[in-house]
């Protein structure tokens, strides 16, 4: 199984703050046939489902705003906000599907304003 | 736009079996080139990726839950079928249908809002 580890479990930054999370695999999610990391990104607020944010580690979802950014290769990636709004106070997943149909989520990271 | 509306009981008693429906509006099922998925959200365990269907009922299943699940499509209604048996208080969870992107059977989106099933006597 491809076992995805979320850190922190939980941050608290300020408003208009850099926020970042890290998403390690336990395995590489890179596949070299077409050099493409097969990981994706969820945002999910209070009582709503996950919305997709990123897919292929790095490509924003249409509708997404530009201070989200996805980096990262192999087994090591990153979630970043780069100026904390409000409305972005959710918890975060990554997914993999390398191993598709075998999806796995990593547990989740809670973002909080400090 | 494509939207997805689980429906089901809330409560299920143990040893039983639960039965969850998504119904799509807004595109067809039928001969789409995406795989139809239940995923579940517990507390313990964060989200679990259930089972998934093709329009054709071609099926996969998490090793984890694959005795106990059958994922079904009635493309006639637009809509495809959870069941889980043997249910106990672990199965408790809300439980969300979903889409896979096709091709690389990727990411999900969009998501149903979710049904919380209670697992208890």
């Known amino acids: 199984d491809v076992v995805l580890t979320q850190s922190p479990d939980s941050l608290a930054v300020s408003l208009g703050e850099r926020a970042t999370i890290n998403c390690q695999s336990n395995q590489s999610v890179l596949f070299r046939s077409d050099n493409k990391n097969y990981l994706a990104w969820y945002q999910q607020k209070p009582g709503q489902p996950p919305k997709l944010l990123i897919y292929?580690?790095?490509v924003r979802e249409s509708g997404v705003p530009d201070r989200f950014s996805g980096s990262g290769s192999g087994t090591d990636f990153s979630l970043t906000i780069s100026s904390l709004q409000a409305e972005d106070v959710a918890v975060y997943y990554c997914?993999?599907?390398?191993?598709?149909?075998?999806?796995?989520f990593g547990q989740g990271t809670k973002i909080e304003i400090k | 736009q494509l939207q997805l509306q689980e429906s089901g009981p809330g409560l299920v008693k143990p040893s039983e079996t639960l039965s969850l429906t998504c119904t799509v509006s807004?595109?067809?099922?039928?001969?789409?080139?995406?795989?139809w998925a239940w995923i579940r959200q517990s507390p313990g365990k964060g989200l679990e990726w259930i089972a998934s269907v093709f329009y054709s009922g071609s099926t996969y299943y998490n090793p984890s839950l694959k005795s106990r699940v059958t994922i079904s499509v009635d493309t006639s209604k637009n809509q495809f079928s959870l069941k889980l048996n043997s249910v106990n208080a672990a199965d408790t969870a809300v439980y969300y249908c979903s889409r896979a992107s096709p091709v690389y059977l990727g990411w999900f989106d969009p998501w149903g809002q979710g049904t919380l099933v209670i697992v208890s006597s």
């Open positions: 997914q993999q599907y390398y191993s598709s149909p075998q999806w796995t």
């Open positions: 807004g595109g067809s099922i039928s001969f789409s080139p995406y795989y």
């Open positions: 292929w580690a790095s």
